[in-house]
């Protein structure tokens, strides 16, 4: 016998060694007993060292299931009849009953004659593992069987390769996953429509390299197999597949959606048209009413007895009305406009304000209000000036018909972020929050008649939404604050600070 086979056998000196290796190693003579096993198979099956050594290991630490084929396949290697196994999975018994799969590679032990006495098997403990791959089948079996009923389509993505795509990539691209699947880079960017390539390009760049976490409904076309463009949503994220990072990319088709939005913009579009047409054949008529009611009242007045004067009156009135509502109609089409064309200029906003404040003191009077100033000195802005002139004013002469008499209206400026925060606040009638729905939407106007509060009944409910809509034009926003009934209201809008050296910002004694 050599004599690494002898130490072996006979646990000498040299078996030291084989206690610190971190797989099990067993010897077995031709009769399959145990000669040999080393600290790991004993902490493995559950033994104190050296209690299983002379034992029958088919006896003692196999199953009954499977102790026949396992020994059959022993006698066979014994016989010469098989070479060496190696990875052979097998389970076994530990001292307390459970069972634990080892996978073993199996040497023959031969004497010095070139005999077979035996074998020396290491073996790993994979039990865990196999529970873990099992467990990632079966969650992939789920995956699977969900994805599949889905009408939203899912891609995985994994070491630079397809690794799954759902039958609804095929109802929306027209491809099939086997098809998908082999794809290059080139040819699923060639799928792209040429107009959203560079944006989704950088896109998934971005996500790739982490710059941004995840995508997250981002809208593109592609074309299908037919070579008919379609939209597409797409979400990306970071998953766990097979136990390893992947890239999952879930797909929406929004074609129908997009045509229906196309439709109401060319509806919309339409509307505006009328809008705009019908306000310029009302005027015609009015101007005529209106100029010849002046005329009866400016220079023939005389001719006519007090009932017929105030009668021209009236109509003189409800002409000036009709034409105040005419001319929001028009400023409503003109902001909704795609073609509108905007030419900003450096103002003083202070001073727009307070020139605001100022004009319309005497409407304020006349009800008994005071209107209390509160801003910077030298704020800049890049605005269109009779825009931001008409919002201003717009909030004011709000805040006036909707405060009773003796009330306060306080107009102010604050800065923040690099934005200036005008606000219009009053003490009057308030906004239930019922009634704050209504704000800033088109036709939106809150019912007041009838209510018994001291105000004034005008508009069609286009004043916020217009103003509004210029805010944003100009890069602001708009909203408002109220506690509820009779505790008063403030409006507030932004507007982008223009910084320069003027821009001392220092307030008003």
């Known amino acids: 016998m050599n004599k690494i086979n002898q130490g072996l056998l006979n646990v000498g000196n040299e078996s030291q060694y084989l206690d610190i290796a971190e797989v099990v190693l067993i010897t077995l003579d031709r009769n399959g007993n145990i000669t040999l096993l080393n600290k790991k198979g004993h ?35 014994m016989q010469g009849m098989i070479e060496n196994t190696e990875f052979y999975e097998n389970t076994v018994i530990t001292k307390n009953g459970s069972e634990k799969l080892i996978v073993w590679h199996n040497t023959l032990l031969r004497d010095d004659e070139g005999k077979i006495i035996g074998t020396l098997s290491s073996g790993e403990d994979v039990t865990i593992r196999k529970k873990i791959e099992q467990k990632l089948i079966e969650s992939e079996e789920k995956f699977r069987t969900i994805a599949e009923e889905t009408e939203i389509g899912i891609i995985i993505f994994q ?13 929306i691209s027209g ?38 976490a995840s995508i997250d409904k981002y809208p593109f076309r592609i074309k299908d197999v037919m070579g008919d463009v379609k939209w597409i949503e797409l979400t990306a994220k970071t998953i766990t597949y097979l136990g390893k990072d992947a890239t999952m990319y879930t797909i929406i088709d929004i074609s129908d959606k997009k045509q229906t939005e196309q439709n109401l913009r060319e509806l919309s579009n339409l509307k505006s048209e009328l809008i705009k047409r019908a306000s310029h054949e009302l005027n015609t008529p009015l101007i005529s009413i209106k100029g010849f009611t002046d005329l009866l009242l400016n220079l023939h007045v005389d001719k006519f007895d007090e009932d017929v004067i ?42 727009l304000i307070k020139f605001c404040a100022n004009e319309l003191q005497g409407l304020a009077r006349a009800r008994d ?18 825009e931001i002139y008409t919002v201003i004013s717009h909030l004011i002469i709000n805040a006036i ?12 400026s604050d800065i923040k972020d690099g ?91």
Not at 326 to 341: A, G
């Open 43 to 77: 902490k493995i099956l559950e033994y104190e060292e050296g209690e299983l050594i002379g034992k029958n290991w088919f006896e003692t630490c196999l199953p009954e299931y499977n102790r026949e084929e396992v020994r059959s396949i022993f006698n066979k290697i």
């Open 369 to 386: 209000l005071q209107i209390f100033v509160d801003t910077y000195e030298n704020i800049y802005v890049e605005i269109v000036k009779e």
């Open 401 to 412: 018909k909707y405060t009773p008499p003796n009330g306060l209206i306080r107009v102010k």
């Open 175 to 212: 491809y099939s996953p086997d098809n998908i699947n082999k794809w290059s880079n080139e040819v699923y960017i060639d799928k792209i429509n040429p107009k959203d390539a560079n944006s989704f390009l950088t896109l998934i760049n971005n996500f790739s390299e982490g710059d941004v």
């Open 310 to 351: 105030s009668i021209l009156k009236e109509i003189n009135e409800g002409a000036n009305r009709l034409a105040l509502i005419i001319n929001n109609l028009l400023k409503t089409s003109r902001l909704e406009s795609n073609n509108r064309i905007v030419k900003k200029t450096k103002q003083k906003l202070s001073f």
């Open 159 to 171: 070491d630079n390769e397809f690794k799954y795509s759902n039958k609804a990539i095929e109802l």
């Open 419 to 509: 934005f200036c925060v005008i606000s219009v606040e009053d003490n009057g009638i308030g906004i239930t929050i019922e009634e704050s729905k209504q704000l800033f939407r088109k036709f939106g106007k809150i019912e007041r008649y009838g209510k018994k509060w001291d105000v004034a009944i005008d508009g069609l409910g286009l004043g916020l939404y217009n103003s509004k809509k210029i805010i944003e034009m100009h890069g602001g926003n708009m909203w408002a604050e109220s506690q509820g009934r009779n505790k008063g209201s403030k409006f507030f809008f932004t507007l982008p600070l223009l910084k320069t050296e003027e821009s001392l910002l220092l307030k008003e004694n």
